[in-house]
Nanobody, 127 residues
Framework: QLQASGGGLVQAGGSLRLSCAAS????????MAWFRQAPGKEREFVQAISRSGVNTYYANSVKGRFTISRDNAKNMMYLQMNSLKPEDTAVYYC??????????????????????WGRGTLVTVSS
């Protein structure tokens, strides 16, 4: 089970840190990712991180602004979001994949790859 938190209202240029808490004792076996979905749009890939946390991947839209991390000892994943823009406004979801996400860009950026999803947390960026 995944639970995302940390969303809120922030002005453009501000920062937020999202957290994703996972239950169970096999967290390190899952590749993890953040997706987001804005009103009227499809769910889109934001960032992903490998099982060990060594490899991270990002969408071009968040390059240099967002940073994904994980703490396997605490069953936690994070998304540090800096220099937020109004177009970052969306519900952010954390997701876990049983299969490896490291071998294919298509695999790790496709929502269907991920077996488990959190309920999402709303991020609103005002201009």
């Amino acid at each position: 089970q995944l639970q995302a938190s940390g969303g809120g209202l922030v002005q453009a240029g501000g920062s937020l840190r999202l957290s994703c808490a996972a239950s169970g004792d096999t967290f390190s076996r899952y590749g993890m990712a953040w997706f987001r979905q804005a009103p009227g749009k499809e769910r889109e890939f934001v960032q992903a991180i490998s099982r060990s946390g060594v490899n991270t991947y990002y969408a071009n839209s968040v390059k240099g602004r967002f940073t994904i991390s994980r703490d396997n000892a605490k069953n936690m994943m994070y998304l540090q979001m800096n220099s937020l823009k109004p177009e970052d406004t969306a519900v952010y979801y954390c997701a876990a994949a049983e299969r490896t996400i490291d071998l294919s860009l298509l695999v790790r950026t496709t929502p269907n790859t991920y077996n488990y999803w959190g309920r999402g947390t709303l991020v609103t960026v005002s201009s």
